[in-house]
């Protein structure tokens, strides 16, 4: 069966420091893979997808950024957090067609 | 613009008091709809796909149906473990497999 990791579960860093969330996925090949982001009371956000080792699109402009250097590895980076980059972060992958899987995602507070 | 609106945003029940929550959206394009749940703290658990009018799922306690512009988690008799954030999410294709998300319903059964 399919799983996804998520880590660290909880992270707190200063303002202007650099970030690196990792997310790898076990049991299929070459799926979908997202990073989300989800504000306290707000929906989930999509920040960056992708469909293939190297290719990776964004969804909204940030601070944020993703790479894929494996087929299962998905990164999301920061060179210099923000107050504004706080939140929830969540990685999911699917097949096409197919319903997205959630991580247990990366509380992420910016002091 | 796509839309996804869930309501109410947050229900509290008595164990064993049945209700519905409502998803309803305004979207083009639409390949299906997914129901979620999430505990705090975690990410969305996959409940149920819906693909066209008509349709219905059940799991245990929860029963979704979907029409052409909403869908209904209706949950009979429900327990406090039953207690989460419920979402929904509408698939479209926007070049690529999109999910949007509406903003929760927050189930709390009490004993």
């Known amino acids: 069966s399919q799983t996804i990791h998520q880590w660290p579960a909880t992270l707190v860093q200063p303002v202007g420091s650099p970030l690196s969330l990792e997310c790898t996925v076990e049991?299929?090949?070459?799926?979908?893979l997202y990073w989300y982001r989800q504000a306290a009371g707000r929906g989930l956000q999509l920040l960056f997808y992708s469909v293939g080792i190297g290719q990776i699109s964004s969804e909204v402009p940030q601070n944020l950024s993703a790479s894929r250097p494996q087929d299962r590895q998905f990164i999301l980076s920061s060179k210099k957090l923000l107050l504004s980059d706080s939140g929830f972060y969540l990685c999911?992958?699917?097949?096409?067609?197919?319903?997205?899987?959630f991580g247990d995602g990366t509380r992420l507070s910016i002091l | 613009e796509d839309q996804v609106t869930q309501s109410p945003e947050a229900l509290r029940l008595q164990e064993g008091e049945s209700s519905s929550l409502n998803c309803s959206y305004t979207?083009?394009?639409?390949?299906?709809l997914f129901w979620y749940r999430q505990d705090p703290g975690k990410g969305p658990e996959f409940l149920f796909t819906?693909?066209?009018a008509g349709e219905e799922k059940e799991k245990e306690r929860l029963k979704a149906t979907i029409t052409k512009k909403e869908s209904f988690l209706h949950i009979t008799a429900p327990k406090p473990e039953d207690s989460a954030t419920y979402l929904c999410a509408v698939l479209l294709l926007r070049g690529f497999q999109k999910l949007v998300f509406g903003t929760g319903t927050r189930l709390l059964v009490s004993p």
């Open positions: 819906l693909y066209s």
């Open positions: 999911a992958w699917s097949l096409i067609n197919q319903p997205q899987h």
């Open positions: 049991g299929t090949s070459n799926p979908n």
């Open positions: 979207v083009s394009g639409l390949r299906g």
